[in-house]
């Protein structure tokens, strides 16, 4: 089936944008956040999402999520005190880090969020003393040795302790509502979240025959973005884990924990060239963004960047590409297939939302690239450069069409 590779925008725009904010920039599409959005809520209509923004805070990311009424997956005391502080009620937002600071329990008090994550002995008591009248949900630990990011070396409960650990909390006299687990990040298929629902099933019914009756299920994040090298059927894959749903979990309120998903493909990086030199019989290119901006992704995440070249020619060679700072170790890419660049030349970097600017730092005195929200900055642009192209689309019908659906 034909991908759908989100937000990317042309050339043209490139071009101008640059011109007008310089680069490195950011330019995000919130239009593009909430289609992402709609189409969890179309394949998945009884879950509730909670957008998880440690992928990406960004107050141009969280406005749209807040208007359509999406809820939140917090990490912090930070996240949660910067949530309350733009107005969203902290019934809207679960605690989803298992092992939580005092500030982070000071502030679910302090901001009224009852809704949080465990996975051991501590946590119940911790628990226990600040926020008694939270509803708690066990975090299940399964095996998916396929995911990008395997969450579960880090968090997580065995299956086989995990009823032992609820009737612990229960015993404590906590709300022991549910069951979360994570499957990892960009799992292309639905099997790794039917075999993680296969194992709660069993542990929703053992409990039940020790009186303790769960409500919740939160089926994690995980859901993949689209890359040039992976291909899946994501309707398909959402069809699936819904049926189960449906047919193992009827009654049971059900949540899931997004992040990238919503907002990896709403984001693109323009990045230019300011210096080319040549080692090891090898072009390098030095970018004025690297390890330390927006391709902090390439560490922290282990993604791989798509780099868009405007050359109009054909010859490729294999470049090494790296960043502005001084430390060596800010090189992103070795071997890259590119065409000849030169200094000023212009990359375009798609799908480039979550995980980038939200780890990105100001090392070495550089500061973080600028953001633009697409929808505003096309109206500002079109003055600048749709007069210049239309003298070109004038002679193409289709091209003008598309052209301009483009900009609606």
Known sequence: MRKNIGFQI?????????????TPLLILSSKQIEKNYQCLRKYLPRVRIFYAIKANPHPEILKPMIRMGASFDVASDGEIRLLNEIGVAGERLIYANPVKTGGGLKACRECGVGKMTFDSVTEIYKIKETCPESAILLRLCVDNSSAHVDLNKKFGVSPENAL?????????????AGIAFHVGSQTTSADPYLHALDLTRKIFEEAEETGLKLRILDIGGGFPIPEPSMNFNFPEMLRQINARLDEDFAGVEIWAEPGRYICGTSVNLITSVIGVTERGGQPWYFLDEGLYGTFSGVLFDQWDFRLISFKNTKERVS??????????LDIMFRGRITAPLEVND????????AYTSASATTFNGFGKAEFVVWEQAKKELLPAWVIDSLTALAVNPTAMILFFGALI
């Open 164 to 176: 032992k650990l609820m009737l612990k909390a229960k015993e404590e006299g906590l709300d022991v």
């Open 346 to 353: 212009i990359l375009l970097v798609p799908a480039c939302g």
């Open 10 to 22: 042309g050339q043209d725009a490139v071009e101008a944008l640059a011109k007008a904010h310089g």
């Open 319 to 328: 470049a090494t590409f790296c960043g502005p700072s001084c430390d060596s």
